[in-house]
């Protein structure tokens, strides 16, 4: 029996529409990675690939860290500045109710009136007491 029906391959083209001509494909071209792998995995280059791998693995690590650092320090310097704006505001309030004018005020309620005397000097010679 012969076969009538020949299913011909589709052309492979790049989005440049040359067929072939993509960047991975330069890319092998020029570093020729078979001729690598001819005889299988190159065993002596094992060392380098894992000290690389460590390497990157190491890199994302540390930018991982760096941005949790940075996202930690400035949630803590919002909260330095909500705190800064409450000191703030209780030293005004303080200051503001530790006036003469504002203690007499409140201590009226208690039946306690300001003084109308100054207060006197006691000096105490060396051999009084």
Known sequence: MENKFKIEPKKQSSPKGEPGKSVFSGMEKHLN??????????????PKILFVVALVLFYIGNTHYAEKTVRRINN??????????????L???????SKQSEVARKVKAYGI???????TKVVVEEGEY
Request: proline share 7%.
């Open 113 to 119: 009136k300001e003084s109308l005397i100054p207060p």
């Open 33 to 46: 990675l078979e001729g690598y792998f001819e005889e299988g995995f190159p065993i002596q280059h094992l």
């Open 91 to 97: 030293k005004s309030d303080l200051m503001y109710a």
């Open 76 to 89: 803590v310097q919002a909260e330095v500045e909500d705190l800064r704006a409450d000191y703030t505001t």
